[in-house]
């Protein structure tokens, strides 16, 4: 348990999807960090002033224990969206919504504000419409173009994607019988198509 | 916003592509460090106004320390997920980084690779009785004991195990013992031909 909190302290995509911003209200005035809201005048942050701040910031402000800021729901997920998303979650732009829409939304749930529930069921319930359409897609596209495929999905959607495609093509070179033959690393081959690249762009 | 040029570390790390390392960004640490110091010293100051009995300033330090820890996240997060692409990067280049990558690379980083090369290279001696076991290799199940291959590019003179010495020329063919040719495979130099 302890080294699976370690890894998700050093995960890139967690960092990214803390940062997303959340509604707060000033509860209590915040001495000297005035300039965090750029509307405003003042040196201090004003009891009652409205802004924006990012989830890692709103959650150490409010939280059981303390109660400097209080928290309202990004619009992304409340009632209006939550609506569009049981009418047809497949589809849905999660990535414009998002783009971690379900990793977000996951910490959201930790401030058990009045709509946590109905959120935590559309995301599960989001995800389970969603994840055939991400398989089914994954599984089916041999050697084509896939950023239409991906365009409209979720990060982390996005990474099921890409397992689902390693599968298939690993497959596909086992039923051809290629797994036999040995082959350059994919991280040479990448690695020498961006040197050919920016040898070409200078010369 | 605080914190944002730690997030832009962060950013910048995960746009990059398989087989590539950004250059060691130490302008944007520093920024960053000294963010964070003075953060630090306007938390010390208004926790010595308090001691000495002013109250209410509370709130300012909790969100000032908030945006410490968050900074020292992001820089750790950037360090170790560079040591992470690095130390892949061994079992794909081998101990021999490319030219461009090890530019890239900080004075630490470059003590690091050092030091797993060498750490793995002592591991790899004491398995077995035998001198050792190459884990690199055979990281495909081993069909035969020789390989036909074809050079794709000029390699120089290579020696064999039983002492001939043979010219990797562009487009020559040779058939080689497996265990001497995956890594020059692997780095695509030669090209395993399959019938």
């Known amino acids: 348990m302890a080294l699976e909190a370690l890894e998700e302290y050093y995960d890139l995509d967690d960092i990214l999807s803390s940062n997303e911003k ?8 915040i001495y000297r960090l005035g300039y965090l809201d750029s509307s405003s005048i003042y040196d201090d942050l004003l009891p009652g002033s409205k802004m924006e701040l990012p ?24 009632e209006s969206y939550r609506e569009i998303l049981t009418a047809d979650a497949t589809v849905v732009d999660l990535h414009k919504l998002g783009p ?9 749930l930790k401030y058990e504000l009045p709509d946590s529930p109905d959120v935590a069921k559309i995301l599960v319930k989001a ?10 897609s994954s599984q089916n596209a041999y050697n084509e173009d896939t950023s239409k495929l991906t365009e409209k999905l979720d990060e982390s959607e996005r990474l099921l994607f890409k397992a689902g495609q390693l599968g298939l093509n690993d497959f596909i070179r086992w039923e051809t019988r290629q797994t036999e033959k040995l082959t350059t690393s994919d991280m040479v081959k990448n690695h020498r198509k961006r040197k050919r690249a920016i040898m070409e762009d200078t010369g | 916003m605080l914190a944002e040029k730690a997030l832009e570390l962060v950013r910048e790390l995960q746009r990059t592509t398989d087989g590539t390392l950004p250059p060691f960004n130490e302008d944007k640490v520093r920024q960053v460090l000294e963010e964070m110091k003075a953060l630090f010293d306007q938390n010390q ?28 996240r992001c820089l750790l997060a950037y360090l170790y997920n560079r040591i992470q692409k690095i130390r892949n990067m061994r079992w794909e280049f081998g101990s021999v980084l490319p030219q461009d990558i090890k530019y890239n690379l900080s004075e630490q980083e470059v003590q690091w690779f050092n030091k797993y090369n060498k750490c793995l290279a002592n ?5 077995g009785t035998a001198g050792g076991l190459d884990l690199t290799q055979d990281m495909k199940p081993p069909k035969t004991l020789y390989v036909e291959v074809r050079c794709l590019m000029d390699h120089g003179e290579f020696e064999t195990q039983d002492g001939n010495v043979i010219v990797l020329k562009k487009n020559s063919q040779h058939f080689l013992l497996r265990s001497e040719c995956e890594h020059l495979i692997r780095q695509g130099i030669l090209e395993h031909m399959v019938h």
């Open chain 2, 123 to 127: 591991y790899m001696r004491s398995i």
């Open chain 1, 127 to 136: 995800f389970q419409t969603r994840f055939r359409k991400v398989m089914d």
């Open chain 2, 45 to 72: 100051q208004d926790v010595s106004a308090t001691v000495a009995g002013e109250s209410g300033l509370f709130a300012g330090v909790q969100l000032r320390h908030a945006a410490l820890e968050r900074n020292k």
């Open chain 1, 22 to 29: 959340i509604p707060c209200k000033i509860e209590m005035p």
């Open chain 1, 55 to 78: 989830y890692w910031m709103a959650r150490s402000l409010c939280s059981r224990k303390r109660h400097m800021v209080s928290v309202e729901l990004p619009k992304n997920y409340r």
């Open chain 1, 100 to 108: 971690y829409y379900y990793s977000f939304g996951t910490h959201l």
